[in-house]
């Protein structure tokens, strides 16, 4: 049996024991580029960038060196959904005869069509679930600033894309430093001075942006942007204030801490939990950094600095410029690690919650889980005493498990082991 996580609880107080996190090889074959399909890590990928999950569990990634739209179905089969690999242009079409040019971001809709950030085509695509391809915004070949219509707008090498319930489009328009929405068949700027580099807070285009890269909504309808040259990641609310959430703009590093305290390099892709914390590629710095819901900013997995392509548990993943994020629907967070040419599927630290009630001094211990993973409770009288299992060991089937101790005494320590 191997010991994966573990958290120790004191009563209703936690102690500073920092749970570790589990890195594996999901798909592609460590730092070899190529576009061959197949299973796992079998398949080739050239520089996978954005990467999303559709609402049956299959993935979808920006394969931006081969300019193509790779699928990878539940039981890992890798296939291209779009485009023809190492075939660059602007045709629309369906399946292998649409063309592409560097894609990047992605994010589906409530039909099920895929969005694609096409940067080097300066437009963004729609795919539906047929895989027939079309271009939704922007003119193909033609860089530069104007909003208007949806076939006269211009980009300038977008990137990250987030949907609304609604439909609308919200496009990080890299190149031109500011954030764009597409609605109703008109591209307009919701926040961000175009083509006007900085980092002013403000109110939409009065604010100022630095190579916006990734956007995330979280449960309230906030837009959460990785700013990447400002070294920040920046919050604009729904009546598009802009403010900087995490980070200091101008400096970076790897300091984990408070938002404001805490500092990162280059960040790039985002993705929110369902607790509402949200995981950052922090590209440069090679590592994956979770922003929690008090504000407190941690390096999850990786290490600071230091490349690779390893695989582990307890700190010994390595990433190399890291990129896409998506939550799976497992609980499990999947990355496009970009310069290793792989997908990598990574088990976050886990926080517990504890709840005490009642004259029999009930405790309930409740955490977050990967589905499928096996999880083990235990509990001790003090840090010295040895442990023993509290219940028999659980398979998590959906996203929390919790068990209660109905014989705790007036102190006792719990932790949670994650096995296999």
Same mark, same amino acid.
């Not at 369906?94 to 589906?108: E, I, L, V, W, Y």
């Given at each position: ?35 061959? $399909? ?24 920006? #394969? ?18 779009? =485009? ?7 045709? #629309? ?7 592409? $040019? ?10 099920? $069509?895929?969005?694609?950030? #096409? ?5 963004? %695509?729609?795919?539906?679930?047929? =895989? ?25 090498? &977008? ?6 319930? $609604? ?12 954030? %764009? ?12 001075? &175009? ?16 190579? &916006? ?6 449960? %309230? ?25 995490? =980070?200091? &703009? ?135 005493? =040895? ?34």
């Amino acid at each position: 049996m191997k010991t994966r996580f573990t958290i120790l609880l004191l009563c209703a107080f936690t102690l500073a024991v920092r749970a570790q996190d589990a890195v594996t090889t999901m798909a592609g074959m460590a730092q070899v580029s190529g576009a061959t $399909n197949g299973t796992g890590t079998n398949a080739l990928f050239g520089d996978p960038a954005g990467i999303v999950a559709d609402s049956t569990g299959n993935l979808f990634v920006a #394969d931006s060196l081969n300019d193509v739209i790779r699928k990878i179905t539940t039981n890992g089969v890798v296939t291209t959904f779009a =485009g023809l690999a190492g075939i660059t242009g602007t045709a #629309d079409g369906t399946g292998s005869g649409a063309r592409f $040019n560097a894609p990047s971001g992605m994010a589906f809709d409530r039909n099920g $069509n895929l969005y694609v950030s #096409d940067t080097g085509n300066n437009t963004i %695509r729609k795919i539906t679930p047929a =895989g027939v391809v079309s271009t939704f915004a922007g003119v193909a070949g033609n860089g530069g600033y104007a909003d208007g219509t949806a076939g006269s707008a211009l980009f300038n090498s &977008p990137l990250g894309l987030a949907i609304t319930t $609604n439909g609308t489009v919200y496009v990080a328009d890299s190149g031109n430093h500011c954030l %764009r929405m597409v609605f109703g068949g008109n591209v307009t700027t919701f926040a961000g001075s &175009p083509q006007v580099w900085g980092s002013a807070n403000g109110a939409g285009t009065n604010a100022q942006f630095n190579g &916006p890269v990734s956007v995330a909504f979280d449960a %309230r309808g906030n837009l959460f942007v990785s700013d990447a040259n400002n070294d920040t990641i920046r919050k604009v609310t729904t009546n598009a204030i802009v403010t900087t959430f995490a =980070g200091a &703009p101008g400096q970076d590093g790897s300091a984990d801490g408070p938002v404001a305290a805490a500092r990162f390099r280059s960040p790039a892709g985002l993705a929110f939990d369902l607790q509402g914390n949200l995981f950052i590629a922090d590209s440069f710095n090679q590592t994956l950094r979770e922003i929690s819901t008090n504000g407190s900013v941690t390096t999850v997995s990786g290490t600071a600095g230091i490349s690779g392509p390893t695989d582990g548990i307890n700190g010994a993943g390595k990433f190399f410029n890291p990129y896409g994020l998506v939550m799976a629907a497992d609980g499990s967070l999947l990355v496009a690690d970009t310069y290793n040419e792989t997908i990598r599927q990574v088990l976050v630290p886990f926080k517990l919650s504890l709840s005490t009630g009642g004259t029999a001094h009930t405790t309930t211990i409740s955490w977050a889980t990967v589905i499928g993973q096996t999880y083990q409770v235990q509990s001790s009288s003090n840090l010295t005493a =040895g442990w023993a299992n509290l219940g028999a060991a659980m398979v998590a089937t959906n996203l929390t498990l919790s068990i209660t101790d109905s014989s705790a005494g007036a102190s006792r320590l719990y932790r949670v082991l994650r096995v296999d």
